[in-house]
Each structure stands twice: as structure tokens, then as C-alpha cells.
């Protein structure tokens, strides 16, 4: 009775010394399949995922595990053999490439039947670190001697205090910002996101933090406040100071003129340009203090500029006749009186005779017409006509013209002109004629402004404008030669 005894004992101890000899599933052995490999019989996995406990999912497909935290790995089998007992199996690639055995288990599914295979972890091994593929691999049996199905998927295995993408920002804190674990600057600023976060003070998720229009780097280049959106408080952001008007966004008066560059944006004068009218008074001192208008040189149109009325002749340039003699004060300065004293006015009637009845000569001998010549010589003399007292226009209509009037019976440089005056100035002492490029010699004004000034004039019908090859000829219009007349028409 004892004999069959030791035949089965003697029988188990061989099968488990078969059992032993076979080897345990490794990496070395373990079935190299991928989710597109062969199934045998049919039978597949559904997508693998992973447990949300210990997991951040960020961005399209991409999943972070915390590699040091419990967290598992799931998939549903579906049974299409006739088997019934499985061995499921977990791998992941090591940081050399190598497929790694997690964890294995055997369980039976029914025959055309399906059922949820889960592999849970309290921690992963430490050569599985970085971006890794995930394999669950179904086999027949004990020992994965016939394979049947697999699924892969891929994962980044990080560690909370670690820094994946070398930002100087710690994962975790990544997560809590909400910012790129796998970029280094997640808003493309130019800005690493740890230095947004510990030295700029910058918002690692938007380019542009105070808004302004510059985007976070450009403005450490600039040297603007990049928490600031207008830097140095004038009005204007800092981006439209780069970008669209060109003024210094670190000075709220770029160009020193006494108003601020949004004052200026606001008045339409030129915040890069001090004095935008040419007419010598700054911007600011024409706004501030004298009331004129800082884009018309000659506020009261009195033919004499702001600047020599404010600061010269110490006329109102917001009054054609300062001291209300009926006389404008350019006319009075033709005359030689003072036109802040309504007394000298009558004494300098005898001399305004003298000066029109040499007009008469000088008209008769350039064979100019009469509106020309009044315009550049004898504006201020219709003027007295037309606000004079009845005696003083009959004195004038009645004078009488000196014998010969000299050669030098011209402008007076004394008496001063207006822009307008200076041009027709010239043009009549060049017989009418002159190169645009000889008024900027003379006058010594900017090539824009000598454009500007022409081109209203030729507007107003003062003078034309001909193009000679490269080069602008002014002429008087009556001076206009005909062909040029004919080119224009």
C-alpha cells in the first residue's frame, strides 16, 4: 500500500523539477510583439490606458506618470479561442531600449468571452524614466509559450521634484502653473519658464504678459518693464511706441518739446519732431504758452510767423493787428511803424505812398501781374487801403512815385516775410524761376519742409511746380513757360 505512495511523490517531485528548469519570463525572453502584431485566433486587447490616480495628461496624446506613485495600467481582453486560461504580462523599455518585465498574472477568460486585464503599481523601477512604451502582451498557457495578442502605448515616466524639460521649473510646479512639461518655454517668449516664473515675475503661458504689444523678450532687449504695459507713463503702450509710431518708450516726451507723446499723438503733431510747423516755437511752448496752433507756422495768417511774433517783434500771433489801428502787422512793419503802438501809424502814411507808387514803377518795368506783385510787395499796402481811415486811403491812392526808383528798390530784408513771402522772395529776384534744390540751399530748411510748403502753395495757385529730369523747377505762374503750361494740362 505504501508502493503508489512513493510513485506520486516520487512523480510531483518530478514535475516540479520540470516546472523549475523552465525559465521565468524576462526581457531577454519575454515575446517582442506591438500592437499591430499577429493575433492568434483572433482574440485582441482594447486600448491600453492608465489609471488617473498618479498620472498628469497633457497636450494631444501625451500622458506623464509619477514614476515614485501608485497608479495602474488596464486593458480589456477579448477571448476569440477556445482557451480558457491566459498569462497577461506588463513590459516597459528601460533607458537603453530594452523591454523590461513589470509584472505578470494568469487568469481565465471565457471562450468568446472578454474581461478587464489590470496591472496595479505602487512604484516603477528606476531605469524606467523619460518617454517609454508600455506593452501588455496576452499568452496561452504558463510561461508565454504561445502569444496571442498585445497593445502598446506610450508614457513619460517623471519624478514630481525632477525637471524633465530642464526649464529650471520642477515638474510638479509645472503642473500647478499648467505649463509644458516637455518644453522649456511654453509660450515661445524667448523666456525660459523658470525664469518667468523666479526672475521676471512674467507669465510662462502668455508671450506677451502686460499686454502691451511687445512680446516678453523684446521688451528685456528694449529695456521696457515687461510687467508694464506703458513703461514710461506717457499714454501711449510700449508696443505701438516700436511699432507704430517710433518714439522712445522710455521717455514720455521723445522729442524734448514740452508735450507728451500721446499729447502730440492726440494733436496730431509729430512726437519725433519738436517743432512740427517749422515756425521756431516748440510744440509744448506753442500749446502751453502762447495759444498757437503748433501745425500752422503763422497762426493769425498775418503773414508773419509765430515765432518772430512771440519772441521778436513782441506782436500777438493770435491777433492779425495788435494794437487795432486797422493796420495788420505785417503792413505796419512794410510802412516801418509799430504795430504795437496805434499812434506811429499816420506818421509813416507819407512813406507807404512812396512804397506803393514804387510798386507802380517796379510793375510797369517787370511787366508782372498786379496780383503777383501785390502778393510778395504790396500785401501789407492793400491791406491799409482796405482797413485805413478814408483819409488815409485817399493819401495813399493819391501819391505820387519818386523819378527813378534804384536798382535796389526790392525787398526790404529787414521787414519780415512769412514762408510763402520768403519763396515768392526769391523766385522774383531769379526772374521768376528757381530749382527747388537752390530754396533748400537758401533757406536752409529741410527738404520735407520745402516739399510741403510748394506743394500747398502750388495748391493756393502761387506758384507751379515743373518737373525737369531729376530735378523741380518753381516758377511764378505767370512765369510759367508754355510748353511746361501744355505738359500740365
Not at 41 to 57: D, N, Y
Request: aromatic share 4%; glycine share 8%.
Amino acid at each position: 500500500m505504501t508502493k503508489p505512495k512513493h510513485r506520486v511523490a516520487r512523480t510531483v517531485l518530478a514535475l516540479l523539477l520540470i516546472l523549475a528548469s523552465v525559465p521565468a519570463a524576462t526581457a531577454a525572453n519575454a515575446p517582442a510583439l506591438s500592437q499591430s502584431e499577429g493575433v492568434s485566433a483572433g482574440s485582441s486587447f482594447g486600448e491600453l490606458r492608465v489609471s488617473e490616480a498618479g498620472t498628469v495628461e497633457q497636450g494631444e496624446n501625451r500622458t506623464y506618470i509619477w514614476r515614485n506613485e501608485s497608479s495602474s495600467l488596464s486593458a480589456r481582453f477579448h477571448n476569440a479561442g477556445n482557451s480558457s486560461l491566459y498569462e497577461f504580462c506588463a513590459y516597459a523599455e528601460d533607458e537603453s531600449g530594452k523591454r523590461v518585465q513589470l509584472d505578470c498574472q494568469q487568469m481565465n477568460v471565457d471562450p468568446n468571452g472578454s474581461r478587464n486585464v489590470v496591472f496595479a503599481f505602487e512604484r516603477y523601477p528606476p531605469n524606467i524614466s523619460g518617454e517609454r512604451n508600455v506593452t501588455l502582451v496576452a499568452s496561452r498557457g504558463f510561461g508565454n509559450e504561445e502569444a496571442v495578442a498585445s497593445t502598446t502605448a506610450t508614457y513619460t515616466f517623471i519624478e514630481r521634484s525632477g525637471d524633465y524639460d530642464d526649464d529650471n521649473l520642477s515638474n510638479e510646479r509645472e503642473v500647478e502653473l499648467g505649463t509644458d512639461l516637455n518644453s522649456r518655454d511654453t509660450d515661445g517668449d524667448g523666456i525660459f519658464d523658470g525664469a518667468e516664473v523666479y526672475d521676471r515675475g512674467t507669465d510662462p503661458l502668455d508671450p506677451d504678459t502686460d499686454g502691451d504689444g511687445l512680446r516678453d523678450q523684446e521688451e528685456i532687449i528694449v529695456g521696457t518693464n515687461i510687467t508694464n504695459p506703458d513703461t514710461d507713463g506717457d499714454g501711449v503702450p510700449d508696443g505701438a511706441e516700436v511699432d507704430d509710431h517710433g518714439t522712445d518708450p522710455l521717455n514720455p516726451d521723445t522729442d524734448g518739446d514740452g508735450l507728451t507723446d500721446s499729447e502730440e499723438l492726440a494733436l496730431e503733431t509729430d512726437p519725433v519732431e519738436e517743432d512740427t510747423d517749422d515756425d521756431g516755437l516748440l510744440d509744448g511752448a506753442e500749446v502751453d504758452e502762447h495759444n498757437t496752433d503748433p501745425l500752422d507756422p503763422d497762426t493769425d495768417g498775418d503773414g508773419l510767423n509765430d515765432s518772430a511774433e512771440a519772441t521778436v517783434y513782441g506782436t500777438d500771433p493770435l491777433d492779425t493787428d495788435t494794437d487795432g489801428d486797422g493796420l495788420s502787422d505785417s503792413t505796419e512793419f512794410a510802412l516801418g511803424s509799430d504795430p504795437t503802438n496805434p499812434t506811429t501809424t499816420v506818421g509813416f502814411v507819407g512813406l507807404a505812398l512812396a512804397l506803393l507808387a514804387a510798386l507802380g514803377v517796379w510793375y510797369r518795368r517787370s511787366d508782372r501781374s498786379i496780383a503777383t506783385v501785390v502778393h510778395t510787395r504790396g500785401d501789407a499796402l492793400v491791406a491799409a487801403l482796405k482797413t485805413g481811415s478814408d483819409e488815409e486811403r485817399d493819401a495813399i491812392e493819391a501819391g505820387r512815385a519818386p523819378a527813378e526808383p534804384s536798382a535796389e528798390a526790392s525787398f526790404d530784408p529787414q521787414i519780415p516775410l512769412s514762408d510763402d513771402g520768403r519763396v515768392l522772395q526769391m523766385l522774383h529776384e531769379e526772374s521768376g524761376r528757381l530749382k527747388q534744390s537752390e530754396i533748400v540751399k537758401r533757406t536752409e530748411w529741410s527738404k520735407s519742409k520745402v516739399s510741403r510748403l510748394l506743394s500747398r502753395m502750388e495748391e493756393e495757385g502761387k506758384l507751379t511746380k515743373i518737373n525737369v529730369g531729376r530735378e523741380n523747377v518753381i516758377a511764378l505762374t505767370d512765369e510759367t513757360p508754355d510748353w511746361a503750361d501744355s505738359a500740365l494740362r
